[in-house]
């Protein structure tokens, strides 16, 4: 009776309430924010998410889904689908910029929760939509190397892609361009904020990445499908690690290599590499190729969908796959489809 006038502060130690705070579950913080300044201050810092992530007893799910060119973006946790709770599994969000971004904005990454944002004139911008932290950097000082008047991104990459070091304990941007027939490989630190030039890394030759896609983030790598200059089609996963600052390759399912020309796309289930793509040959379905065991062969196992509209998002612990609905209306809320080998349902979330 003799607390009813006191606030949460007065009562308990700021320590004790950074400590439960780092405890609640991640898709309660945007609302917590909104208690105090004090406690979106804490939530807002950079070193509560990394904190954050640390002690959480299990990977989250979180997908972040744009509506078309707009600045409007709804933040998805997949994990508690699988868990049967309904309760906020999507909340909407709203990029962070104050002004209207022009269209050439865009999504170029992400990584442990951080979103890589590219926007005019030359800035990228890291973000994260559950603390509201974020981070705008100039990239206009690698303009000096190239002979180009200005780099646009993503149009303007050979490769790039956004990673944690975690020997170094640092979040790096990689972009690989080319001008002049002269290839370019420079890495952003965000710990030092500083740009280093590893251009004596870059394999050569480079080959090719079709639609220029985001690198994709696992095990201390960034990811990419490698297409060759002869063939024109996937040979292999480019991978570049972050800690030793080198390339190297991941030979591709033997059955997927003997069709070569089908278009894949590369994608991460679960904390495994996937590779997807659709057969239209015998019977319209989804194929997914999962390797389970990182960078052993042997280990690659195939998901066969029954579904053709299907871009897989996360995998479940059994063989459940969560794919976003590519036909949802233009503006509208995103649906999604829960699948296994022999039956698909769509999810509707509120």
């Known amino acids: 009776m003799n607390h009813k006038s006191k606030s949460i502060h007065d009562i308990l130690p ?54 078309d060119d707009s ?3 709804y933040l998805v946790h997949l994990e508690e689908v699988f868990n049967g709770d309904n309760y906020q599994l999507m909340k909407e969000v709203s990029f962070p910029f104050k002004k209207k971004p022009p269209s050439e904005f865009c999504v170029m ?29 100039s990239y206009s000082c690698m303009f000096h ?28 941007i990689v972009v690989a361009s080319e001008d002049g027939g002269c290839q370019h490989l420079d890495c952003l630190s965000l710990r ?13 030759p480079l080959g090719f990445m079709k639609r220029r896609p985001p690198g ?28 030793e600052r080198s390339f190297s390759k991941i030979s591709l399912p033997e ?7 089908i278009p894949a796309t590369i994608v991460t289930l679960g904390g495994y590499i996937a ?30 969908i029954p579904c053709i509209e299907f871009e897989p998002l996360c995998l479940s612990n059994g063989s459940d796959i969560i794919a976003l609905d590519p036909t949802t209306p233009r503006r509208a809320a995103p649906t999604f489809y829960m699948s296994s080998s022999s039956w698909t349902r769509k999810i509707l979330l509120s």
Not at 114 to 127: A, C, G, I, Q, T
Not at 192 to 204: F, Q, R, Y
């Open 255 to 261: 059955k997927l290599r003997m069709h070569g020309r």
């Open 216 to 243: 994709l983030f696992l095990n201390g790598s960034i990811h990419w499908l490698c297409y060759s200059h002869k063939k024109h089609y996937s040979e292999s996963i480019l991978t570049f690690d972050l800690k």
């Open 14 to 67: 700021l320590d004790l309430i950074h400590i439960i705070l780092l405890r609640v579950p991640i898709r309660h913080l945007a609302r917590l924010r909104c208690v105090s300044k004090l406690w979106c201050s804490l939530i807002s810092d950079p070193d509560f998410a990394e904190s954050h992530l640390h002690l959480s007893l299990a990977p989250t799910h979180g997908c972040l889904v744009r509506l």
């Open 192 to 204: 030092t904020n500083s740009w280093i030039s590893l251009d004596a890394a870059l394999p050569k």
């Open 109 to 137: 990454g992400s990584c442990r929760g951080f979103v890589l944002l590219s926007r005019e004139p030359y800035f990228f911008v890291v973000w994260n939509p559950v603390t509201g932290f974020r981070k705008r950097i």
């Open 275 to 304: 590779l997807c793509y659709q057969d239209f040959v015998i019977e319209s379905k989804t194929l997914i190729w999962v390797m389970k065991e990182y960078k052993v062969n042997s280990s690659w196992t195939l998901y066969e």
């Open 145 to 172: 190397r190239s002979k180009l008047r200005c780099l646009k991104f993503p149009r303007d990459a050979l490769l790039y892609g956004f990673g944690y070091d975690a020997s170094r304990d640092d979040y790096l």
């Open 71 to 73: 600045t409007e973006a």
